[in-house]
């Protein structure tokens, strides 16, 4: 466990390890100091290589060997948590920096992240932005049409994605995917279970406690998800209908059929009751969600490898039948469980397969239920061995059927490991990922049987190797389970990464951005007064260029809602964009007074450069001398230009703070009575077709300006992320010029984080692109 924990340290960072995740459970209330990585990571490949080398010490060195390494690497973690000295650190400062492995770029680009994430996180879980508390209901009403004709009311509210991510309730937001945890550590007991029947774990202990650890912390969501169904029935019906939460709900029949399959030998009667309800009830829900796809059809987006989940189960009920696989009838009950659901996966996973990845909007992070390519073989192999290995006792053998789903198992999971290793499965930890732990014991029990049968010191190692990486995946995510309770990012309703739909997400975060860029802007004009010559003219660019993003973003934005959005909202409800359009009018009257004044102050004398205005004032000074007037009062009229700065900057201030309030309320009143219209009324391809309009219209040179506007203006980076998943899911024949777009007008360092997060960004000729089109 210490040398994964090491492993994951080294490759992925210390918070997705198991003691980085329960430390940071105790380090919450503690205020974060951000050091450098590249030392920590040196750190932890010295911590590769001790632990590497107590493991080689115990098999095949002398007693004390191992002991000792273990002891130098406990004395080098004690220095470093106790007295802050890091052993690891100083060796990188005295081997790795002097071979030139590292450069000042790169420690900057680190300091650059590391910052933006911190400031990121206390946007997200501290400040909470522009949350006005409690939402307001609204009701709404579509007004006949003819005289004979029904009004139509509905209601909707101004709901915001602060206030959902702030609304933390244990019985409201349980998931059916909160079973998972419990499902996880069954099916880890349940291997411990046949290690132990087998006699390779020689003690009962290990696979009691998982039992009951798994048991309680099922019998907690069951309470609580009893207890949501009776006070919030429509959520559940709400889960149940869900594009891809139905398909967890196949954990609690395969729960049920685990629980069975531990308590045989020690309860039979609960044991066998257990089974019948599990094997039924997820019968009846394959048959249930195979009659709802032929009924309804499914869309593309809803073909994704959990449809076989359900599969998974009945495969499972005819491997724990093995107890009681010689008696009367009950082998044909388990061909009967496993072999149609085998072959029913067969045929879907090649189709699930090539529409995952011939999507156009595939990225870098696969979803977790990718393991059922390896959980189904699997299974299916210790099906089949537990039915005809009866027929071949005492002596059963390996034949070809078992061989074949054995190493389809296998390779699938070679497949999904190097995946793993290229940082495919990157997603943040989230309830979901517990199911991984199921399709790993679904490949080790094949595993199982093949040292049983073969009973050699590599299939012997095998085993091991799965069960350790098992159990520490189990510990891993118990513990990041515990630290999402506690810092409350569970029984959470977390905004889905595209929002309602893209429109939705592209509406609210160029929202967004306006906000933080005024409030940036407005601070700069409240600076101006206080400073002189070159200072002032620098402030002055910066406002001008911030000002010019600004008024094209708002622009560009004011222009499709006008010529797109507000005609929609007109169909349905007239009137009701009358309001917005007086308030267009207003901040463009506000937004011509701005653009004056500033360039008013532009051409105001300073101390660096002079300007087109400084030149005609010199002209009119020279001109006046030329006519004859004293040069007295020729002075006077340069000094009355200076006179009039302070009240220019007055009237700048004024303007502006008057603009960006006017502007406020005004994305506030779209956010609550024009988005939740159009998220009332239009179904996610209608938005999806309105959005794709939106991003036509336009020229170039403004969304040249707008999407850097709008990226490096969001709050924290997941914002950004999400703003560019809205633009590839309605545009994604476009990603590479939008990429070409941000290369060239935000930081490097930020263009590295959106490409990694986005590949499809990387324009042509820079690292990272590959042909789309």
């Not at 070809?400 to 999904?416: D, G, H, R």
């Not at 002189?532 to 000002?547: F, K």
Request: charged share 20%; hydrophobic share 45%; glycine share 6%.
């Amino acid at each position: 466990i210490m040398f994964a924990g090491f492993v994951i340290r080294f490759v992925w960072g210390g918070q997705y390890s198991l003691f980085g995740a329960i430390g940071n459970i105790f380090a919450r209330r503690l205020e974060t100091n951000a050091i450098l990585g590249a030392p920590k990571q040196f750190a932890a490949f010295c911590g590769i290589m001790f632990t590497f080398g107590a493991m080689i010490a115990n098999f095949y060195g002398p007693f004390y060997s191992g002991p000792i390494i273990l002891f130098a690497l406990a004395g080098a973690a004690g220095l470093e948590g106790f007295v802050g000295f890091c052993v690891g650190c100083v060796f990188f400062e005295l081997i790795v920096e002097p071979l030139g492995l590292t450069s000042d770029k790169t420690r900057i680009m680190g300091r650059d992240v590391v910052e933006d994430m911190r400031q990121g996180l206390e946007e997200q879980f501290a400040n909470k932005k522009w949350n006005e508390g409690e939402p307001k209901t609204y009701e709404g009403v579509i007004p006949a049409t003819t005289s004979v004709g029904r009004n139509i009311y509905f209601k909707y509210s101004d709901k915001t994605n602060h206030y959902r991510e702030d609304d933390v309730h244990f019985i409201r937001h349980c998931k059916l995917a909160y079973c998972l945890p419990g499902l996880g550590w069954a099916a880890v007991a349940a291997i411990f279970k046949e290690l132990f029947l087998k006699g390779i774990v020689p003690v009962q202990w290990p696979w009691t406690t998982m039992t009951i650890v798994g048991f309680v912390l099922f019998c907690i969501w069951a309470i609580l998800y009893v207890a949501k169904l009776v006070f919030y029935p429509k959520r559940v019906l709400k889960d149940v209908e869900g594009k891809h939460s139905r398909y967890f709900s196949a954990g609690i029949p395969i729960s049920f059929i685990l629980f069975g399959f531990l308590a045989q030998r020690e309860q039979d009667d609960i044991a066998r009751a257990l089974f019948w309800l599990g094997s039924m009830s997820n019968i009846f829900l394959t048959l249930w969600l195979i009659t709802r796809k032929i009924i309804h059809p499914i869309s593309p987006g809803e073909i994704t490898p959990a449809i076989t989940i359900p599969l998974l189960g009945n495969i499972l009920a005819g491997v724990t039948l093995q107890q009681w696989i010689d008696w009367d009838g009950i082998q044909d009950l388990a061909i009967f469980l496993w072999a149609p659901s085998t072959l029913l996966w067969g045929l879907l996973a090649p189709g699930i397969l090539l529409r995952t990845f011939d999507a156009p909007t595939m990225q870098p992070g696969l979803r977790v239920t990718m393991m059922t390519y390896m959980a189904a073989p699997g299974l299916a192999a210790s099906a089949y061995f537990t039915t005809y290995s009866v027929t071949q006792s005492p002596a059963p053998s390996l034949d070809i059927v078992f061989l074949s789903l054995f190493f389809l198992a296998v390779l699938a999971e070679l497949l999904i490991v190097m995946l793993f290793l290229a940082n495919y499965y990157k997603p943040k930890f989230n309830e979901n990922y517990w199911f991984s732990v199921f399709c790993v014991a679904s490949v080790t029990f094949p595993v199982i049987i093949f040292d049983r049968i073969r009973e050699t010191e590599f299939t012997y190692v095998w085993v091991m190797v799965q069960v350790t990486v098992l159990t520490g995946l189990a510990l891993i995510f118990t513990a990041h389970t515990l630290q999402g309770v506690v810092n409350g990012k569970w029984f959470r309703q977390f905004p889905k990464n595209a929002g309602v739909g893209p429109m939705d997400a592209v509406s609210r975060l160029t929202h967004d951005a306006c906000r933080t860029a005024g409030a940036k802007m407005v601070k700069l004009a409240q600076r101006l007064p206080n400073l002189n010559g070159e200072r002032r003219s620098r402030a002055i660019a910066d406002l001008t260029e911030l000002l010019d993003g600004y008024l094209t973003t708002l622009d560009l934005h004011s222009h499709y809602e006008d010529d797109l959005v507000f005609p929609i909202v007109d169909a349905y409800l007239p009137k009701r964009r009358k309001v917005a359009e007086m308030q267009h009018v207003q901040l463009h009257k506000l937004e011509v007074q701005m653009v004056t004044l500033l360039n008013l102050l532009k051409g105001r004398k300073g101390d660096v450069t002079q300007t087109t205005e400084q030149k005609e004032v010199s002209e009119e000074v020279a001109k006046a001398v030329t006519e004859g007037q004293d040069g007295v009062v020729a002075m006077e009229l340069q000094e009355t230009k200076k006179t009039e700065e302070p009240k220019d900057m007055k009237a700048l201030l004024s303007v502006m703070q008057t603009f960006i309030k006017a502007n406020n309320d005004h994305m506030q009143h779209e956010e609550d009575h024009i988005s939740p219209v159009l998220r009332k009324l239009l179904n996610a391809r209608q938005l999806r077709s309105v959005a794709r309009k939106c991003l036509k219209s336009g020229t170039p040179e403004k969304w040249r300006k707008m999407l850097p506007f709008v990226i490096t203006h969001q709050d924290y980076h997941p914002r950004r992320v999400r703003y560019l998943m809205s633009l590839r899911v309605v545009y994604p024949e476009r990603m590479q010029l939008y990429g070409q777009y941000l290369y060239n007008g935000i930081s490097f360092t930020l263009f590295e984080r959106l490409r990694v997060d986005i590949p499809e960004l990387a324009p042509r000729g820079t690292e990272g692109h590959w042909r789309l089109w």
